[in-house]
């Protein structure tokens, strides 16, 4: 199985910061990385597939990027909408495989 | 817009068999351009995929449940479901059901999740 590594488990921000979350596969996956945002008691919500593109609806303050094994998400101006848990995941081989999560919690 | 549904017991006995349905709204389990999932949420295990269906019944499992995962489709009711044996305390979880669809193999539309508890 492909491992996925975040980085860091969790960070805090104020609203207006610039977040940067790190993944890291365990061997290459070319550009298969997916990210999601999860808040409490709700599902995940894709923002982010193939590496790099945003996801339809998705605020544009979200990008990606990187390929290979090693990717970031990032948030360009943190809004108070954003506090929540983020998982990267792999799309490459199988079995599909999940980060850890990073929490972005208020500073 | 698409909108999933997990349907199911919320307490399973140890050993016995889990089961759950996925209800699709707004769209068709029989369109060929996606892929139907199950991922499952504790707190011990993270995310994790357990394996997706498509519409013609063709399925992959992680290998790490394969011996006692079933996924099923059902056309005519615009469902698929999941079955899980032999169930111990590590299978509580939340479960999600999924699509797999639009661009990079992601997991567009998700359902709420439901809480099972394996737990005599």
């Known amino acids: 199985d492909i491992q996925m590594t975040q980085s860091p488990s969790s960070v805090s921000a104020s609203v207006g910061d610039r977040v940067t979350i790190t993944c890291r596969a365990s061997?290459?996956?070319?550009?298969?990385l997916a990210w999601y945002q999860q808040k409490p008691g709700k599902a995940p919500k894709l923002l982010i597939y193939a590496a790099s593109s945003l996801q339809s609806g998705v605020p544009s303050r979200f990008s990606g990027s990187g390929s290979g094994t090693d990717f970031t998400l990032t948030i360009s101006s943190l809004q108070p909408e954003d506090f929540a848990t983020y998982y990267c995941?792999?799309?490459?081989?199988?079995?599909?495989?999940f980060g850890q999560g990073t929490k972005v919690e208020i500073k | 817009q698409v909108q999933l549904q997990e349907s199911g017991p919320g307490l399973v006995k140890p050993s016995e068999t889990l089961s759950l349905t996925c209800t699709v709204s707004g769209g068709s389990v029989s369109s060929g351009s996606y892929f139907w999932s199950w991922i499952r949420q504790s707190p011990g295990k993270g995310l994790e995929w357990i394996g997706f269906?498509?519409?013609?019944?063709?399925?992959n499992y992680n290998p790490s449940l394969k011996s006692r995962v079933t996924i099923s489709v059902d056309t005519s009711k615009n469902q698929f479901s999941l079955r899980l044996s032999s169930v111990t305390a590590a299978d509580t979880a939340v479960y999600h059901c999924?699509?797999?669809?639009?661009?990079?193999?992601?997991?567009?539309?998700w359902g709420q999740g439901t809480m099972v508890t394996v737990s005599s």
């Open positions: 269906i498509y519409y013609s019944g063709s399925t």
């Open positions: 061997q290459g996956i070319s550009s298969w």
């Open positions: 995941q792999q799309a490459s081989s199988f079995p599909r495989t």
């Open positions: 999924a699509r797999r669809g639009g661009g990079g193999r992601a997991f567009d539309i």
